[in-house]
C-alpha cells in the first residue's frame, strides 16, 4: 500500500552550463556528474549563444550516452534566442531524433510537431492561465520564471497537474540580449568575438562604480553577482508540489552541491548544515531575494518552515 | 487613405492623447492605471470612463487607439488582466497589445472581434515565433523587438502574413523584453508583473564630491561629472566597473531616432512607426507628434522637412541619438 500521507519526495536536475567551458572541462564535468551525483534529471546543450556549439557539440552524444549509463535522465536544451535558421534546425534535429528537449523560445514551438517537452523558465509561465497554453502545447515539465516568490512558485506547483521546476542554486540568469555585453567589455562585436566568454568560466564581473559587486556577465547573458542558495526552502516547496529543483553549474564541486541539497531534501540533516558544508566549498555571495518576494540580489536570513 | 507609414503614438494621459491626436497621429496608444501594463507609473493612465472618452475623441477625428494589456499577470490575480480586456472592448478600442499568453488566449477566446496585437514584450523576433502567435491566437499584427537590423526586418516581413510595427523614436531597452529581471533584482519592482522598470520612488540624485551619484535603491547606477549631462538611471543606461574600468557596459543613455532611415523602413515593408514616451509629457508628446506628422506628410509628397527632423534630434533623450540596432554592429 502506497503510504499516501508521505510527502512525495523532489528530485534534482542539473541546470544546462549556461558558461562556455573548454571540451575538456564539459567533458570532465560531466563524466563526474553521470558517475557520482544524485540527481535525476541532467540538461545538455548550448542556451546562451550557439556560435559556441562547434567547440563541443560533436561530444553531445556520447555525454548524453555516458550520462544515461549513469542513469540519469537526459534533456536537450535549446537556445534562448532562435534568431536564424541554424538555431531553429537544432530543434528540428533533436525532435527528428525523438529526444526530449527544453525550450528557451516559443519559436521552437513552432518547429515541434506536437512533441511533448520541457517549458524552459524564459517561456515566462507567470501565472495559471499561460500554464493552461503551455502544458496544451505539450508541456510535460514547466519551469518557473527565476522571479516568482515562493508563495507564487505554489500557487503554479499545486495547478500544475504535470511537473514543476524550480532554479534552485547557483548564479540566476536575469536578462537575456542579442547583443554580447562580454564581446563589448574587450570593445569586440558579436560577429567578431573571439570568444572571449571563454576566458570567464564562472562569468565577468560588472561591479557597481565604489566597488562594490552587482552583476555577471556570460556573453549575451546578465546573472546575479551570487549564487541562489536556498537550502532553508526546499522542504516547504516540495511540500507545495515542486517536482524539481534545478542546480545550474558553477566551476564548484557541483556533486558535493547535489549532495548537500539531496540531504536537505531527505532529512538527512537540515539547512544550516548544508549552508555550513556549501560555505567549505566557496566564497562566492550568495542570494535569495527572489524566492522571498525582494530584490533578487538581496540575501535573506532564512527561517525554516 | 493609405498611409506612407501609420503614425502610432504614446497617450499616457487623457491630456496627452488629445495631444497627440490634435498633433496628427494615426493611432494612440494608451493603458489602464494598474499594473496589467508596462508603464505603471504615478500620475499615469486611464481608468475605463477616461479611455471611453478618450476612444470618442479619437474616433471622431479619424484616429485609432490601442490599449496595452502587456504584462505578465501574477498567479492567483488574472482578474485585473481580464477586466482590462473587457473594459478595452466596452470602451471601443481599435485593438489590445497583449505579451501573456494566459491573456492573449483570454482575449481570443472572450473577444474574437477585438484586434490583437502582439507587444513587444512578447519579445517575437523570429517569423517562426510569429507564426506560433498568429496560429495560436490569431494576431493582426506585432511589434517588432529593437534588435533587428532593417536588412533583418525585411527578411522577417517577408516571411510573415502580418503587419509590422517597429520603434521610431525615443528610450530603448537592449536586453530580450519581457524577460529582463534586472530592475526586480535591484529593486523587486518587477517590470514583467508590475509594469514598472526603475520606478522613480526607487531613484535617488546626490551631490558627492562634486559629482552627481545616481542610484536605484543602494545600488550605484551612475556618477556623472560637472560638466556632463544626467541621464535617468534606468539600469541598463548604467555605468558599471567591468575589467578595472568604468563604461556603459549595455547601452549608452542615448535614444532612438529613425527619421534617416524612413524610405528603407517603407521599402523593408513596415507597416507602422511606433513612438516610445507614454510617461513623458503632454508637451513634448505634441511636439514629437506634430514633427513626425509634418515628415511623413512629406516623405508622402516625395519631400523632406529638415527643420521638423532639426526639432525631433533637439528632443531625443541625453541630446544623444542613435539608430540602434537598424543599422549593423550593434551586436
Known amino acids: ?305 | 487613405m493609405s498611409k506612407y507609414l501609420e503614425l502610432v503614438c504614446p497617450a499616457g494621459t487623457p491630456a496627452a492623447l488629445r495631444a497627440a491626436v490634435d498633433a496628427g497621429a494615426d493611432t494612440v496608444y494608451c493603458g489602464f492605471r494598474d499594473a496589467t501594463n508596462a508603464r505603471n507609473y504615478p500620475g499615469l493612465n486611464f481608468d475605463p470612463d477616461e479611455l471611453a472618452e478618450g476612444v470618442e475623441y479619437a474616433h471622431k477625428r479619424h484616429c485609432r487607439v490601442l490599449v496595452a494589456v502587456n504584462t505578465f499577470p501574477r498567479a492567483g490575480n488574472p482578474g485585473p488582466w481580464r477586466n482590462a480586456i473587457d473594459n478595452a472592448a466596452a470602451a471601443g478600442a481599435d485593438a489590445v497589445i497583449l505579451a501573456d499568453l494566459g491573456v492573449l488566449d483570454y482575449a481570443a477566446t472572450k473577444h474574437p472581434n477585438l484586434r490583437r496585437h502582439l507587444s513587444v514584450q512578447a519579445a517575437a523576433a523570429s517569423p517562426h515565433a510569429i507564426r506560433f502567435y498568429r496560429e495560436t491566437f490569431g494576431i493582426s499584427r506585432v511589434v517588432l523587438p529593437r534588435v533587428l537590423s532593417i536588412e533583418e526586418v525585411k527578411a522577417l516581413i517577408s516571411q510573415i502574413p502580418i503587419e509590422a510595427e517597429v520603434f521610431a523614436f525615443g528610450s530603448l531597452g537592449t536586453m530580450v523584453e519581457g524577460r529582463c529581471f534586472i530592475s526586480s533584482y535591484i529593486t523587486g519592482c518587477s517590470p514583467s508583473m508590475d509594469g514598472a522598470c526603475a520606478p522613480a520612488a526607487h531613484v535617488s540624485y546626490k551631490e558627492e564630491n562634486g559629482c552627481l551619484v545616481t542610484r536605484l535603491d543602494d545600488v550605484v547606477m551612475n556618477r556623472f561629472e560637472e560638466d556632463e549631462p544626467g541621464a535617468y538611471p534606468t539600469p541598463c543606461k548604467g555605468r558599471f566597473m567591468v575589467r578595472g574600468r568604468p563604461m556603459y557596459l549595455f547601452e549608452e543613455p542615448v535614444a532612438l531616432n529613425v527619421i534617416p532611415l524612413l524610405a528603407e523602413l517603407k521599402a523593408a515593408g513596415v507597416t507602422a512607426l511606433k513612438i516610445e514616451g507614454r510617461q513623458r509629457s503632454r508637451a513634448y508628446v505634441g511636439q514629437v507628434v506634430a514633427a513626425f506628422r509634418k515628415i511623413l506628410d512629406a516623405a508622402a509628397a516625395g519631400t523632406e522637412m529638415p527643420a521638423a527632423a532639426a526639432e525631433l534630434r533637439s528632443l531625443a533623450e541625453g541630446g544623444k541619438e542613435t539608430f540602434s540596432a537598424y543599422a549593423k554592429g550593434w551586436r
Open chain 1, 1 to 305: 500500500m502506497t503510504d499516501i500521507s508521505a510527502p512525495p519526495s523532489a528530485r534534482l536536475s542539473i541546470g544546462p552550463l549556461l558558461f562556455h567551458w573548454t571540451r575538456e572541462k564539459r567533458q570532465a564535468f560531466y563524466a563526474r556528474i553521470a558517475d557520482e551525483a544524485p540527481v535525476d534529471c541532467v540538461y545538455v546543450g548550448e542556451v546562451v549563444c550557439s556560435k559556441r556549439l562547434p567547440w563541443f557539440e560533436d561530444d553531445i552524444p556520447a555525454i548524453a550516452e555516458r550520462l544515461r549509463r549513469g542513469g540519469k535522465q537526459v534533456v536537450f536544451s535549446t537556445p534562448a534566442l532562435i534568431a536564424s535558421d541554424r538555431e531553429a534546425q537544432i530543434v528540428r534535429d533533436y525532435c527528428a531524433a525523438g529526444e526530449m528537449i527544453e525550450i528557451n523560445d516559443l519559436a521552437s514551438l513552432r518547429v515541434l510537431a506536437g512533441e511533448k517537452f520541457v517549458a524552459g523558465a524564459l517561456i515566462n509561465v507567470f501565472n495559471e492561465g499561460a500554464m493552461d497554453v503551455v502544458r496544451r502545447m505539450g508541456a510535460v515539465r514547466v519551469n518557473m520564471p527565476v522571479e516568482l516568490s515562493a508563495e507564487a512558485v505554489a500557487i503554479l506547483a499545486a495547478y500544475n497537474p504535470g511537473e514543476t521546476e524550480m532554479f534552485a542554486f547557483g548564479r540566476q540568469p536575469i536578462a537575456i540580449s542579442q547583443r554580447c555585453y562580454h564581446a563589448r567589455a574587450f570593445d569586440l562585436h558579436k560577429d567578431a568575438c573571439q570568444f572571449v566568454c571563454g576566458n570567464d568560466p564562472e562569468g565577468m564581473k560588472a561591479d557597481q562604480l565604489d566597488g562594490r559587486p552587482l552583476f555577471t556577465i556570460n556573453g549575451t547573458q546578465t546573472l546575479s553577482h551570487g549564487y541562489l542558495v536556498m537550502f532553508g526552502m526546499l522542504l516547504q516547496l516540495q511540500r507545495a508540489g515542486v517536482d524539481y529543483f534545478r542546480l545550474s553549474p558553477q566551476t564548484i564541486d557541483m556533486v558535493k552541491v547535489a549532495e548537500l541539497h539531496r540531504a536537505v531534501l531527505d532529512g538527512a540533516f537540515g539547512p544550516e548544515e548544508a549552508l555550513e558544508k556549501l560555505r567549505e566549498i566557496t566564497s562566492t555571495d550568495f542570494v535569495n531575494g527572489y524566492v522571498h518576494g525582494q530584490a533578487g540580489m538581496n540575501w535573506v536570513e532564512e527561517q525554516v518552515a
